[in-house]
């Protein structure tokens, strides 16, 4: 309980201090200063390009998720564990205290999975373990809060995904 209020706290402080108008600055995988000065260790680009990143500040990283026509396939749920592998704490790293996710795809957050993908090969193999992962990540990283800014419709394995997250709200449509 203690933990889900200070993660709230946080995400209050940090919007209302940095403010939603601040312009974006798009990440390339390395380090770089925000818009504020400081520091900020990036986010590798997306393997497959199904999540970009944008840094408004050091503490505040947004994902819009970019994989039309629904979101969800083998090449978002990659790029998802991937990315929250990045976001894990460690010495040394700077990670941000929070991640809003939201999507560019109109009438979509995230949509169902066809499990017809998964059809017993390697890389639907892989992509399962990495769903079943990705769940278990949002859960146990406590230093970021992950927030679903939905702007569309949501089913299945999407609204399972959102509902793992720290909190979630409707946002504006793309």
């Known amino acids: 309980m203690h933990s889900s209020l200070l993660k709230s706290f946080v995400v209050v402080v940090s919007l209302v201090t940095f403010g ?12 770089h200063a925000s ?11 997306s393997e497959h390009g199904t999540l970009s990143f944008a840094n408004p500040t050091a503490n505040v990283t ?33 990670t941000p ?10 009438d979509f957050f995230i949509s169902h999975f066809d499990l017809r993908n998964l059809n017993g090969s390697q890389s639907g193999i ?21 927030i679903a800014q939905i702007n569309g419709r949501t089913f299945g394995g999407g609204q399972e995904l959102a509902s793992q997250m720290d909190m979630r709200f ?3 449509t793309p």
């Open 20 to 31: 939603q108008n601040s312009a974006h600055h798009v990440s390339h995988g390395h380090r």
């Open 35 to 45: 818009l504020d000065g400081r520091d900020v260790n990036s986010p590798p680009p």
């Open 62 to 94: 947004r994902a819009p998720i970019n994989n039309p026509p629904i979101n969800l396939t083998i090449e978002l749920i990659s790029d998802l564990y991937n990315f929250l592998l990045c976001t894990q704490p460690a010495p040394q790293k700077t």
């Open 97 to 106: 205290k929070v991640v809003i996710f939201s999507s560019t795809v109109p």
């Open 126 to 146: 892989t992509a399962l373990t990495q769903l079943i992962s990705i769940g278990k990540l949002l859960q146990s990283i406590t230093s970021t809060a992950f």
């Open 170 to 172: 409707a946002g504006p």
